[in-house]
Every structure is written in C-alpha cells, then in structure tokens.
C-alpha cells in the first residue's frame, strides 16, 4: 500500500489527432459515466492533474492499488472533475492502461464506485508510453507502462503530480428506527437499509452521501424525522452524508386528524363538556367536571397539536366570576389531573383520564352547529403525488439538456440562506458553468442558472430540499360590486378606508381617471434572461425598480398589459356611476412581468410571462412594506400548471406563510381551464386564498378551475373596469374574481381592524350564497361582503374570559342563529359552578336564561347522572365589536369579555 507523497514531473510527447477535441470539449466526453466517488482525499493514492488543453477542459488520471480480476496490481482511470459537492465525478472510457515493467497485458482494469466500494470493469487502449517513478517502488514493481486514449488538441500537455494519501475505506454504521403509532417502511440509496419493524442497521463508507426515504403504508401518515435525521424536517427523503456511525429515527403515525373547534360531551355519560379549539397549531381544552367526592371543578390546558393526540396535564383553578357576588381572586389549585385525547374523526374521539378510564366524546350537536364535512370533499392526499415530482424532474433535466442552461429555484432546508450556504453552493456551481442569480432575505430560496452537471450537483445535495424550474406564469383574463353586497357597505361608510391591497401583475394606470390617487406605492421585479431572449418589462428596463413610476403598465398593449389596471379598478376604482369593491382604499403596484419571445408564446406574438422568482421578489417587498403601508391582502391574478392537492412542494410556502403571520392575505385565481379537481399554481398553495368565478347568474363560470379542497367564488363573467388610456373593457377570468375578494378584504379590515384573519376568513366562507359545481355537486361559497361584515360584529365561536377578572371563563359557539353558552363560574361561596344558556341569536345580541346544572362527567369514579340544579335568571350577550362583547348576569352586574388568546 502506497503511504508516501508522489511527486514527478512526467512530459508527454505525442501529439494527438484534433478529430476528438469536439468530443472532449463539450460537456462529459462520449463514453463517460456518471458515478458517485468518495472524497479523493481519503480513497486516492496518487492523483495527477492534466492542463494545457486550448479550452482550460480539466482533466486528472487518479492512480488505485487495486487488484481487479486478474488485471495488474495499479490500475488508473481518466476522470473528468465535476463540481460536485458530493463527490460525483464523470468517469471515461478513455482509461489508461497499466502493465509490468513494460510488458503489455492488452486489458486494464479501470475503476467505477458504487457505495464507496471500487468496482472494475475492462478496457484494451493500444498505445503505450512509459513512466519511471525516481524514488520508491510501487509493490517493488520498477516500471510501468500507461496506454492513454487520444487527448483531443493536447499540445504538449502537462501532467503535474499533486499529492497521494493511503486510501481509507473506514465503514460507519448508520441505524434506522421506527417509531410512532402508525406503520411503514424505510429503504436506503445506496442500498443497505430496508426496515418496515423494529430498527435496522447497515455499512457505508466514510463521506457517502445516503438518502433514505420514508413510505407510510396504509393508514398511516409519515411525521417527521429524529436523531442524525432530524434536520430534513417532514420531507419524506432525508439525505445525510456518513461521517461516523449514526442513527436516524422515522415517525409513522395514523392519518393526521384535526379535532373541530366547538363544544364537545359524552353522549353516554351527560351532563358536562368539553371546550376544544384547534388554532395556529396549538389544541385548547377547557373540562367542567366533577372529583370523586361530587364537588364540581373545571381544568383548563393547552399543547402543540401533531395530528394525532394530545397527552396533557391538566390545571384545576378556583375563584374568579361569581353570578351573584363580587370577583375573587383567582388561584392555581393543581395539576394533578392528567389526560389524553385522540381522535377517530373531526367530530369524534377518545378523552382518557390518568386513571385509565375512558370516555367516547364527539361534537356537541346543538341547533347552530355546523357538520363535518362529507367524506369525498377531503381527499386523501394532500400534497402532490411523488410520482409527479419524479416526472418533474425528469422535464427540468430535459429543458436543461435541450437549451444547455435553465433557471431554476433552490429550496433550502431550515427558514434562510446564511452567507456559508451561497458561498458553497457558488464554489460547486462555478465549476459546471453555473451561477447564483438572486438569493432572498429571510427565504430559504436560492435562484441560479445551471448547466446539466450544475443541476445535478444541486439534485445530490443533502443541504437542499428541492429544486424547481423558474416557471413562467401567465395573466388570467374575464353589475358585480352591488352583487357581493359591496355597495350597502360603502353607503354606510365602508369603502377599506386606511387599507392598502398591493397587486402584483403588469402594472397600473395610475393616471386614468377611474384610479386617481389610489397607487400610493411602486416596484417593478422583471428580471431578463437574455440567453433566452427574455426582456424585461421594468421602465428602466433594469431586473429591479423601485419607486415612482415602477408600476407603470409594461409597454406593448397586444401582449395584455392592460391586465393589472383593470384588476386594479376591480379593488379599488372609483367612478360617477360605479365604483370598485374598495373605492376609499389605496394601491400598492407591483409589475412582476416580462417580455417572452414568440417561441415560449402559444401565439406567434412576444407574450407576457412572469416567474416565479420575480414574483417572489414582489412578494417578499409586499412583506417588507406590510406595516408601512397597512397592507390588507395581495391579489395574484396569475399563474400556470395544474395541481390536484396542495403543492406546498412549490417555493411559494415560505413567503406566503410570512406575509399570513404579517397579516396579510394572499388571494390567487384559481386559473381559466374549467378543470373539476384542479387548480393553478401559487392557487394550489395551503396558506393562499383561492378564488374562482361565476357567472351574473350565480353559478359557477364554465371557464373556472375548482376542486375539492377550500376557496371561495367571486363574479368574474363580462366584468367591466378600467385599461389604460383612460379607457374601460369588458372582461372575463378568475383574473377578475381574485380582485373581489382582495377589495372585499380591505373592507372587512377596515370595518373591523383588530379581527385575525381566520375571523375575517371564517366570515367570508361561512356567510356566502352557496353555488354549486354541477360536474361534482359540490358547493362553494360566493362572497357576500355585507353578509361577512355583520358576522363579524358578532360574537365569535371560542373561548372568552374577563381580563380584568381572570379565573373563569366562557365558551361561546354562533350559527344558524343559534348561540350556545356555557360558563364556568363559581358561586358566592366559592364553590364551582356550571351554567348553560341556548337561544336565538341576531345582529350580536343573545338574550337567553342561564341554567345550572349538576352531576355528569368524573374525573375519577362513577359518573353521576345530570340534573338541572336552578335557573339563575335572563343574561344578555351583546358584541361590542371585533373580539369584544358584554355580558349582562341575572343580578344586572356587567363584565366586559374578551375573547381568549391562547
């Protein structure tokens, strides 16, 4: 085994034919393969560097002691370097051959890997020159002689000894666990590890890259990753390179469950229940029960909810409201309770106690409780098919192939790029003749143009979640202000007075008279591809613009830049006879679109086109200026693709998500293909609002896309609004339903300021006219914005309680003009105590009688049966507004409820 430093000087002198420089120029010469190799630093004796070839091609012959059949003790292998990180390299047939103090064997072993292992294969190459090496033998052998293939216009080339380590084939051991309470199977690449039980275990070679892919089986959800694992986070392939023995561990849990918010009992055991609300994550839980010695009490409790079931302690409070008594403080008595809860359905599931006992609940069904939905509107998948992503790939390796460079977009694992991630991935792609085009603040998204050799250096890099094609996406073109009850709202001064909604598309008119003074804020992101012939559109025609008149419409009219001032008259116009659906609102415009040559067009026209970069670049400036401009919501008329479940795949999640914890409501056509059971992309996106069309009739358009998944409808069938020039059009498309619902959005912001967005979500959703798919028979909401406002100045579904006077607490369900009420509070002697209230409900005011009971449910012990212990008098709820409301006690005292955060 060779340990010492080689260092020679060797000249080669014969001159080659030139008939091969073509074939070793471009790209990975003919005959090659691509073939993972361990680092060089660890399994390679003696490497020696090729230069001198007219084009800087580069070129190394690695030398390996490695006895291969009946081949000779060295064999050698002429290797085009690639830049990848992973140690991939392109190996070529052109190898050298090796024989003994000059004898000609006529075959030479030449050396592919596959798991870090050397594996030969067999070559013959005819010509010979000869090499002695002047200070140490190898295995005592004198001389050798090598065969190369022909070297292309290698004039002279030097061939540079670098120095020669000892190979090291150190194995690691990599174990995988299952965890979890579901089922599935985890199986490796290289191969090695293919467990469905239990935990398993296997070899691999120091510095391999091993992916491992984790696959639910039936009933059974994949939950995330544990141990070496856990930064892949819930993708189902994590990708990890072996630098010592490690273990991983995969969750498998059933499907993942989400409990409806609302009241909840035991229909076997009455007489009590259970407060549930499921929000941001996060599973509330509020018990009136009884201890084993009769006395009621109530617990309260809150956790992380992962799909599955809550295990929790549970805390007993004392003091707070009183019904006819002045507030005693409030204190923390214990924790001592303990209980789980797991679900078999939204509506349905098992509370068990510490003790072991347990108690079916389901959803309470008082007269305004809403049902679950019906099975075949949920569908089973909610992300897109795996399969999909493989025929994906396989189209971004082609569109590189075929046009030699492609844009494409790099998620990242983890929330950002650090300057170490840009400057590594910059250090592999320089050398395949890619680069780094865009990197985004706080996004864990990487923009680059790449060679073939440069996307799969990203593909086989474990730091790196996906890689996606910078797709271009298109406009999407179609008496509704007064249908979705707009216009009652702006006669009682509600026109999204102090909003701004930003719309990104090809910018607005600012000067046409039916938008004066509405655009309060510009940019521009058109970044061109000029190896494709791709313009940009920005005034300055520049990749960036900010500022006034960066807005501005793109310049050719036949290619459709009057798309973004007509949407922008949807939102927010105001006219003498009619009038937008926010006229008092302003205007954030954002151009996102470029000039397309006829050759990515449908037509034999330049097209518009904008990418996902740039419009993630709008996105991310939305986010920024957010609290500047009090932003409400952003309107995507745009987009391209076809999705049957969520594709949060996609790199849109991450900044959408931003902009949703900043406030802000991204609202996107669903697209104009008329498709059932699919939707465009950033539609498809969980975090985004989707809107679809109808027609002046109220039904569903026949152009609009839909599916069973949540969105909403708006009227997008013969819309008329401004174009530019001063000019008004008819128009057609979910282009021109996203608008009513991003104005309709400022109005409900405006009217109810401190609302959260699922309220403001809820009361759209929950008040529209209800239109039905007749394909599917499906019904989707059509907004009613006067509707949604009344709602919410009711008084919302959920936990309240009075600041001012913590320990007690109210739970409060709203629908069907029904109110259900039921409140934790104690009597004048301390003592707990439950009440119950139900009646009709209108316009914010419940009037009812409160009602005590006693019995039901036990913490530990028989349950004792239910009985009405006294009415207590007539109550009165009225809301106050967004989030406030006031109760009236039979005694005439008044608290001021608020409702909960938790």
Not at 148 to 155: E, H, T
Not at 303 to 320: Q, V
Not at 643 to 670: F, N, R
Request: a neutral charge.
């Amino acid at each position: 085994m060779i340990s010492a430093l080689v260092s020679v000087l060797f000249a080669l002198l014969a001159i080659t034919s030139p008939s091969r420089a073509a074939e070793v120029s471009s790209g990975v010469p003919a005959g090659c393969i691509a073939s993972p190799l361990p680092a060089a630093s660890k399994h390679v004796l003696a490497t020696l560097a090729f230069t001198g070839h007219p084009i800087s091609d580069r070129f190394s012959a690695t030398f390996w002691r490695q006895p291969c059949l009946h081949d000779p003790l060295l064999s050698a292998v002429l290797m085009r370097i690639t830049p990848d990180p992973g140690g991939s390299v392109a190996i070529c047939s052109s190898s050298f051959h090796v024989s003994q103090n000059g004898t000609n064997f006529g075959q030479s072993g030449w050396i592919t890997t596959a798991r870090g292992y050397p594996v030969c294969s067999r070559f013959f190459l005819p010509t010979t020159f000869a090499f002695h090496e002047p200070t140490r033998s190898f295995d005592d052998q004198k001389a050798f002689s090598l065969s190369p293939a022909s070297w292309g216009l290698y004039a002279r080339p030097n061939i540079v000894a670098i120095p020669a380590y000892a190979p090291n084939l150190t194995r690691r051991t990599l174990t995988v666990t299952l965890v979890g309470n579901g089922s599935g199977q985890i199986v490796s690449a290289p191969a090695g590890i293919e467990c469905s039980t239990g935990s398993c275990s296997a070899g691999f070679h120091e510095d391999v890259p091993v992916a491992l892919t984790a696959e639910p089986l039936a009933g059974s959800r994949f939950a995330g990753w544990d141990g070496a694992c856990a930064a892949s986070g819930s993708s189902p392939v994590a990708r990890i390179t072996i630098a010592g023995d490690a273990a991983c561990a995969a969750r498998f849990d059933p499907p993942r469950i989400d409990p409806q918010s609302g009241w909840w009992w035991a229909p076997a055991e009455p007489g009590r229940g259970y407060s549930l609300e499921l929000r941001n994550g996060r599973l509330f839980v509020a018990s009136y029960a009884y201890r084993s010695d009769g006395q009621s009490t109530w617990y309260l409790s809150e956790g992380r909810w992962d799909g599955y079931r809550l295990a929790t302690a549970l805390t007993e409070y004392a003091g707070g409201q009183t019904i006819g008594g002045s507030w005693k403080q409030a204190s923390r008595r214990s924790d001592a309770a303990t209980a789980t809860l797991a679900f078999s359905s939204p509506a349905h599931g098992t509370l068990t106690w510490g003790d072991g006992r347990s108690v079916a609940i389901e959803r309470f069904p008082f007269a305004g409780s809403p049902q679950p939905a019906p099975d075949d509107v949920v569908p089973a998948a909610t992300s897109a098919p795996r399969d999909d992503d493989a025929v994906r790939l396989q189209a971004l390796r082609d569109a590189v192939t075929s046009r030699g460079m492609r844009r494409v977009i790099v998620r990242l694992h983890g929330s950002g790029v650090a300057a170490a991630d840009g400057q590594r991935m910059q250090s592999a792609l320089g050398q395949s003749g890619s680069q780094i085009v865009t990197t985004y603040q706080a996004l864990p998204l990487v923009v680059a143009d790449v060679t073939s050799s440069g996307l799969e250096a990203l593909l086989s890099d474990p730091s790196i979640a996906a890689v996606h094609e910078d797709t271009e996406r298109q406009t999407f073109l179609s008496a509704s202000v007064p249908r979705i009850g707009a216009s009652r709202l702006r006669s009682g001064g509600h026109g999204g007075q102090g909003q701004t909604v930003a719309i990104l598309d090809t910018g607005i008119d600012k000067s046409h008279p039916f938008l004066a003074g509405r655009v309060i804020s510009e940019a521009c992101f058109s970044s061109p591809v000029p190896s494709l012939g791709i313009v940009s559109a920005c005034p300055n025609r520049e990749a960036t613009m900010i500022g006034a008149g960066a807005g501005l419409p793109c310049a050719s009219q036949s290619a459709g830049c009057y798309h973004g001032t007509h949407v922008a008259g949807i939102v927010a116009g105001r006219g003498e006879t009619f009038s937008g659906v926010a006229p008092e609102a302003s205007l954030l415009s954002i151009q996102v679109f470029k000039i397309v040559p006829p050759v990515f067009c449908a037509s034999f026209q330049p097209c518009l086109g904008a990418s996902d970069s740039d419009i993630i670049r709008g996105l991310q400036h939305v986010r920024d200026n957010a609290a500047r401009l009090n932003i409400a919501s952003v309107n995507l008329s745009l987009g391209g693709g076809r999705y049957s479940a969520y594709c949060d795949d996609l790199p849109y999640k991450p900044i959408i998500d931003q902009l949703k914890a900043a406030g802000v409501a991204t609202i996107v056509a669903t697209g104009n293909n008329g498709l059932d059971g699919e939707v465009a992309a950033p539609a498809c996106t969980s975090s985004a609002m989707r809107v679809g069309a109808t027609t002046s009739l109220d039904a569903l358009a026949s152009f609009s896309n839909s599916w069973a998944l949540p969105m909403v409808l708006a009227p997008g069938d013969a819309v008329t609004s401004s174009v530019p020039g001063a000019a008004f059009k008819s128009l057609r498309g979910t282009s021109m339903a996203t608008p009513h619902v991003a104005g309709a959005w400022a109005v409900l912001r405006s009217a109810a300021p401190t609302a959260r967005m699922e309220t403001i979500l809820a009361a759209l959703t929950d008040t529209g006219t209800a239109v039905v798919n007749p394909a599917t028979s499906r019904p989707y909401p059509r907004i009613d914005v006067a509707a949604a406002h009344d709602r919410l100045n009711d008084i919302e579904t959920g936990w309240w309680w009075n600041a001012a006077e913590p320990g007690s607490g109210y739970f409060v369900e709203t629908g069907r003009g029904i109110l259900f009420l039921s409140a934790y509070t104690y009597r004048d002697d301390g003592s707990a105590a439950w009440y119950v209230a139900s009646g009709p409900y209108s316009r914010g005011i419940f009037e009812g009688t409160l009602q005590e009971y006693g019995g039901g449910q036990a913490l530990g012990g028989a349950w004792r049966p239910a009985q009405l212990q006294a009415e207590h008098g007539p109550i009165t709820l009225q809301s106050t507004g967004s989030g406030s409301a006031r109760l009236t006690l039979p005694n005439g005292r008044r608290v001021a409820l608020t409702r909960f955060s938790f």
